[in-house]
C-alpha cells in the first residue's frame, strides 16, 4: 500500500507545476501584464522618434518577451548619429529608450562633393546643413579617404582644443594630400605645413614659434615643420 501512495504523490507533483505554469503564462502573456502600452524615446535632438522607434522594432500591443535588447540596441546604433543607446523595461508595460547622440566636430569634403559631419575619431555622420551648424574646420583634398592621413589630421584637430596659440575655430582648413600630406589654413589666410608622420611632435614645434614669433610683435604667414630637423617660417609685413 504504501508502494502506490508514493507513486500517485510522485506522478501528481510534476503535472502540477506544469498546470501552474501554464496558468501563470496565461495571466502574463494574454492578460497584458507584459504587454507594451507605452515607449518613451529621451536624448535625442537630430534623430526623429519616429526614425529611432522605426529602428527598434518595438510595437505597441506587442509583448516585451518577444524583443530581444541586444538586437533592438545593435538595429537603432546602425544610425550613425547614434552613439550609445540604454534600454529600460518598467512594469508592467513601459519601455524607455535612451539615446545619446554624437556632436559634430568638423566637416568634410567627400570626393562626391558632399560635405558631411565627422566626429572627433573621424566618424562620417551624415550631410552637413544650416539647422545643425556650418562653423567648423573643413577637411579637404584628394587625400581625404587615406585612413593615416585622415587619422592624422583629426589629431591635429584634437591638439588645437588644447592650444593656446593656435586654436580650434582659428582653423579654417586642413588639406589632406597624399603626395604633400597635411597643411592647415586658418581665417587669417595663414598656412602650416605639417607634411605625414609625427603629428604631435610637429604641432608642439609650431607652438614654439608661435609663442617666439609673437614675442617679437610679428605674424607668421607660413609655417613649414614637414621635415624632421628644420622649421621655415615667412612673416606678414
Not at 541586444?70 to 544610425?79: A, G, P, S, W
Not at 540604454?86 to 562633393?113: H, M, N
Not at 592647415?184 to 608642439?204: L, P, Q, S, Y
Amino acid at each position: 500500500m504504501k508502494k502506490k501512495r508514493n507513486s500517485r504523490v510522485i506522478f501528481i507533483f510534476p503535472v502540477y507545476i506544469v498546470v501552474t505554469g501554464s496558468v501563470v503564462f496565461y495571466i502574463v502573456l494574454y492578460m497584458g501584464f507584459l504587454t507594451v502600452n507605452q515607449i518613451e524615446v529621451k536624448g535625442n535632438k537630430r534623430v526623429s522618434q519616429r526614425e529611432i522607434l522605426k529602428r527598434s522594432g518595438l510595437i505597441k500591443g506587442k509583448s516585451t518577451l518577444l524583443f530581444l535588447e541586444d538586437r533592438v540596441r545593435k538595429q537603432i546604433l546602425e544610425n550613425h548619429w547614434i552613439k550609445e543607446v540604454r534600454l529600460e523595461r518598467i512594469f508592467p508595460g513601459k519601455v524607455v529608450i535612451e539615446v545619446e547622440e554624437e556632436e559634430p566636430f568638423c566637416l568634410a569634403l567627400s570626393e562626391e562633393g558632399e560635405l558631411l559631419y565627422v566626429d572627433k575619431n573621424g566618424k562620417r555622420l551624415g550631410r552637413a546643413n544650416f539647422k545643425d551648424g556650418l562653423d567648423f574646420p573643413l577637411l579637404i583634398g584628394e587625400g581625404i579617404d587615406e585612413p593615416k592621413l585622415l587619422k592624422e589630421a583629426i589629431e591635429l584637430l584634437n591638439l588645437s582644443l588644447r592650444s593656446r596659440v593656435l586654436e580650434w575655430d582659428e582653423i579654417s582648413e586642413v588639406n589632406l594630400d597624399s603626395l604633400y600630406g597635411i597643411t592647415v589654413f586658418t581665417n587669417d589666410k595663414r598656412r602650416i605645413d605639417f607634411g605625414e608622420g609625427d603629428v604631435a611632435k610637429k604641432w608642439h614645434r609650431v607652438e614654439q614659434l608661435i609663442v617666439k614669433i609673437r614675442q617679437m610683435n610679428l605674424i607668421e604667414e607660413y609655417i613649414n615643420v614637414s621635415s624632421d630637423k628644420l622649421g621655415v617660417v615667412s612673416f606678414k609685413f
